[in-house]
């Protein structure tokens, strides 16, 4: 018996260790309430069900364990004879039955609450795109979109800067180059779909989780009445990449968001003049294979890899690929147009004439893909005229 | 003459023994178990800290894949059938299974199904990566050259399964002994009956979902296409119609050798046996309408969310019959806590626990908030390990000096229950709480905050992976040197089994039925 003791004490030992550890990460320990309305609902009924659940289990539990002390052989020699109570069946079924019609009102409330969107006055409509690996946001009313890239280094996911742990940033894969913006106590209705496959768009803060589906379009709304930044994740497995595409929403107040949107347009012009200076003059080399560089680890190397042997035959190499040694021609069209039914999406849309041309130059000159060929802005606006 | 039976690798190879293939069977999916086990090995490495360790992010995806499809297509189903295949004819007092034949060959399909799933690791472009739910575009148009190997492999074990599932029924139907009525039929059997009948229901559809994959891969069709007129999230549906009552297909077995534990140990009958056998019936029948509560994101409409929802919070009321008949079968008996009854005591309160988080995540309002976040993987396991795990494990203290004639060392015994115990606890626990706050699922590195957690849970992973070597271990030392058992090891336990037959039971058993009262 000595080793059972033991066990019991390793056991105890174990357990308790765990609740000291529970309460002092008992920050981490729940879900949050977040801030919206609907959230802080959310929560409550989460909240509601834990504690009906435990009742359920102490009382529960603790009839089978007072049965493992009380009934063992040695106390109990004689056992009892019953087999069944049509009384006491009729009564725990009875019980459960009354305990979740108490449960599903709030939930059936809640419920209808939140997939309500179309009952709701909208104040600002966004479009939300998910593509592999990033989120793109369209702002309906103002004709305004980018792209919301990961922005934590490589080198901190890679483990590049010395020890784990020291060099991550608080906000680690939770981070963006660009936040999605929305402004405080205002009805927002965002309409998700997908380029690509499902993604899942999520901030645990306002409560809000939705599948961007290919080809169709969810809809949902929040109203976050508190200033702040909330971060959440893709929570629908969506590819290698799926772990890092972060969801970050800052909500402003009414004035900051008008500045922003004003900021935005403000930055569509410049970009669009800005854009159309660089097509039309002429690069060198050397300036393409820059830019080229830089926008190719940005935008390509998720897939191709930064050198440039792919992930084959998901991901093709471009490294010696007859496309990237081939006719320019080719080159172009897969970059500008994509291809249907693949991973390779479009970016004629996405980036400008000079950094498509300065990463078809790249692509063609790097990892020993030797041409020569150089590739001008100014031949990309010919092929989309030509297109 | 008894005895007699072939020796060498023809008696494994052509036998059609149900005890030769329920061996097979265990065997089979023992090893399918340490396989899976030590992907999750691999998972819960490379999730010890923040940051990429061990493993490239669509390694990662594969591992989880991998893993998901061999514990349940590998590890728990085979058992359940191995489970059915050595007891069902002795607990009715059948000679053998009504399709010997079959029988043979469907578990010989199993390892061709599983080398071809297996061998995906090493083909171009690697291993399925979309994980064990596979959803279309993901798997179809986005998926890597081996998942057409994937979908031969599902086809092979959808085969083997609903032939298994026919045996079962066809032997159950017509071979019981006389006297044994269906009323009196041990629950088991009643269990593994019902579990059947889904079989046959479920895995056609399946087979259907990965045709449809198939077709939409290579032939032009557009089932799960949008820009063709189909539809991403109908395969959705068509997968969790198969899915969802899967999910009690690796379950109610374990009910059904915990109902048989139980009672053994208390010394006393089973509490409520036709309610058991109703609720069992009404938990199948139930979930048959709940499939879609795996999908409360993806844009029902609100009717069907509130339906779903009210439907799984049903799947409650006979599942907490059943839990409550369990107690009270132990209650007033007269109880000792071999390791057989501390695996099924364990079984019953671990289930439980699952099925708290169950009923949570049926609260649609709610479940946007943990749908697809570690608050799922610690459901799901908690139903799948101390569940469907411990489940079988418990039979396999309980039966062992039935099939061997030896009995385990039972201070082992206990040290793999207490070790186990601690460690699946350990592991999945702190699931919750990584879930509750904020981590998603099936990502291969996360924030900080999330650090500690899965800390703990990677350590009590690998001690939970090593708990199971150490039951490997036992059986392996049972099976050679263990101690002669005696006829009836279990003083309380009954059944035609336990009454009729000694230990270890021979080769032929009931070749005359034995007469039931
Ligand atoms: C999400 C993954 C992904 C990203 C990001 C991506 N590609 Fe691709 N790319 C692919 C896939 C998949 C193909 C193969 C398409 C096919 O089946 O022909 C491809 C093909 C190509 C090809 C043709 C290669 C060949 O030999 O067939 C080129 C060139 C190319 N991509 C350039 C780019 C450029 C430039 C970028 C960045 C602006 C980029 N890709 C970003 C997935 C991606
Ligand atoms: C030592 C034991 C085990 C450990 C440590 C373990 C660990 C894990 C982890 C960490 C995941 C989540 C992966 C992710 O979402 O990133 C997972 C997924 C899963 N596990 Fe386990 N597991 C174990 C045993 C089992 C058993 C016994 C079963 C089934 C009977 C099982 C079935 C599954 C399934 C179905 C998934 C989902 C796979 C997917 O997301 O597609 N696991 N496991
Ligand atoms: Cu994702
Ligand atoms: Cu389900």
Not at chain 1, 144 to 152: A, E, G, R, V
Not at chain 1, 327 to 334: A, L, Y
Not at chain 2, 250 to 272: C, D, Q, T, W, Y
Not at chain 2, 344 to 358: D, E, N, R, W, Y
Request: glycine share 8%; with cysteine.
């Amino acid at each position: 018996m000595a080793i059972r003791r033991k066990l019991f004490a390793g056991l105890a030992v174990v357990l308790s260790g765990m609740l000291s550890f529970a309460v002092q990460a008992s920050a981490d320990l729940n879900m949050r309430p977040g801030v919206t309305e609907t959230s802080v609902e959310a929560y409550d009924l989460h909240m509601a069900v834990i504690w009906v659940m435990t009742i359920i289990a102490v009382v529960v539990f603790g009839l089978m364990f007072y049965s493992i002390f009380a009934h063992r052989k040695s106390k109990n020699p004689t056992p009892a004879t019953f087999s069944h109570s049509t009384t006491v069946e009729i009564i725990w079924t009875a019980i459960p039955i009354i305990i979740l019609i108490g449960l599903s009102i709030p939930a059936v409330k809640l419920l209808v609450k939140m997939e309500s969107w179309d009952k709701v006055e909208p104040d600002l409509e966004i479009q939300v795109t998910g593509h592999q690996w990033k989120w793109e946001y369209k702002y309906l009313d103002h004709d305004i979109s980018f792209f919301s890239n990961l922005k934590t280094p490589r080198e901190q996911i890679d483990n590049l800067e010395g020890k784990v742990g020291e060099t991550k940033g608080e906000n680690y894969l939770l981070e963006v180059d660009n936040e999605l913006v929305l402004p405080a106590n205002k009805n927002v209705i965002f309409h998700l779909t997908s380029k690509d496959v499902i993604h899942s768009w999520w901030v645990p803060e306002i409560a809000v989780k939705k599948d961007a589906i290919p080809g169709f379009i969810n809809s949902t709304w929040t109203n976050v009445p508190k200033e702040g930044t909330y971060r959440g994740q893709c929570t629908e497995l969506c590819g290698k990449d799926h772990g890092f595409m972060p969801v970050v929403v800052k909500v402003v107040s009414e004035s900051e968001f008008a500045a922003y949107i004003e900021k935005k347009k403000a930055e569509k012009v410049a970009a669009e003049k800005a854009a159309a200076e660089a097509a039309a003059r002429s690069w060198d080399m050397e300036q393409l294979m820059t830019l080229g560089k830089e926008t190719y680890e940005a935008k390509c190397a998720a897939c191709h890899m930064v050198n440039g042997e792919g992930m084959p035959p998901t991901f093709p190499a471009l490294k010696g690929s007859k496309v990237a040694t081939g006719p320019v021609e080719g080159h172009i069209d897969i970059v500008v147009n994509g291809k249907a039914g693949t991973a390779m999406a479009a970016y004629g849309a996405q980036l400008s004439d000079a950094e498509i041309a300065a990463i078809i130059t790249y692509e063609r000159n790097a990892w020993g893909n030797e041409t020569g060929d150089k590739v001008q802005p100014a031949d990309i606006q010919a092929f989309k005229a030509g297109n | 003459m008894a005895d007699h039976h072939p020796t060498g690798i023809k008696r494994w190879l052509f036998t059609t023994n149900h005890k030769d293939i329920g061996s097979m069977y265990l065997w089979f999916s023992f090893i399918m178990f340490f396989i899976g086990g030590a992907m999750a090995m691999v998972i819960r490495a490379e999730l010890y800290q923040p940051g990429l360790q061990f493993v490239e992010p669509n390694f990662f995806n594969q591992m989880t894949t991998m893993h998901g499809l061999i514990m349940v297509f590998g590890a728990v189903m085979p058992s359940m059938v191995g489970l059915a295949n050595w007891l069902i004819p002795m607990q009715i007092g059948a000679p053998d299974m009504a399709l010997p034949r079959m029988n043979n060959w469907s578990f010989w399909i199993l390892p061709f199904a599983f080398t071809l799933l297996l061998s995906s690791l090493f083909m171009e472009g690697g291993a399925p990566n979309f994980g064990w739910t596979f959803y279309a575009p993901l798997s179809t148009t986005y998926g890597p050259p081996s998942t057409d190997f994937f979908i031969l492999g599902v086809h092979m074990m959808g085969i083997s399964s609903i032939m298994g599932a026919i045996n079962v029924i066809v032997t159950v139907f017509n071979m019981r002994a006389p006297g044994m009525t269906l009323m009196k039929m041990p629950l088991f059997v009643w269990t593994w009956v019902i579990t059947a009948f889904l079989l046959i229901m479920v895995m056609p559809v399946l087979a259907g979902a990965v045709t449809m994959m198939l077709t939409d891969r290579h032939f032009g069709t557009s089932f799960f296409d949008a820009a063709g007129g189909g539809d991403p999230v109908m395969f959705q549906h068509i997968f969790w119609f198969f899915g969802h009552p899967e999910v009690y297909i690796m379950i109610l077995p374990a009910f059904g050798v915990a109902s048989e534990i139980i009672p053994a140990f208390a010394r006393k009958k089973l509490f409520g046996y036709a309610s058991m056998v109703y609720a069992t019936a009404s938990i199948a029948l139930l979930s048959f309408i709940v499939w879609a509560h795996h999908m409360f994101t993806v844009g029902m409409p609100l009717a069907g969310e509130l339906f779903f929802m009210i439907a799984t919070m049903l799947i409650a009321v006979p599942t907490g019959v059943k839990v409550f008949n369990w107690v009270a079968t132990m209650w007033k008996g007269s109880m000792t806590f071999e390791t057989p009854m501390l695996f099924a005591i364990a079984f019953v309160i671990l289930f439980t626990i699952g099925g708290f988080s169950g009923v949570m995540l049926a609260m649609a309002p709610v479940d946007f908030q943990y749908h697809d976040t570690y608050f799922v993987v610690a459901h799901f396991h908690y139903v799948l390990f101390p569940g469907a795990i411990f489940g079988t494990t418990a039979a396999v203290y309980y039966w062992l000096p039935k099939w061997t004639g030896k009995m385990y060392n039972e201070k082992m015994g206990k040290i793999h229950f207490w070790w186990s115990m601690i460690a699946v606890n350990l592991t999945f626990f702190p699931m919750h709480f990584s879930g509750l706050a904020g981590m998603p699922r099936r990502i291969p590195d996360y924030n900080m905050m999330f650090a500690d957690f899965n800390q703990l849970a990677s350590i009590g992973a690998f001690a939970l992976g090593l708990s199971q070597l150490f039951f490997l271990f036992i059986v392996i030392k049972t099976i050679r040197s263990g101690k002669k058992s005696e006829d009836k090891p279990w003083d309380g336990a009954t059944g035609l089994e336990w009454d009729k037959l000694p230990c270890p039971a021979p080769y032929h058993t009931f070749d005359t039925p034995p007469k039931v009262d």
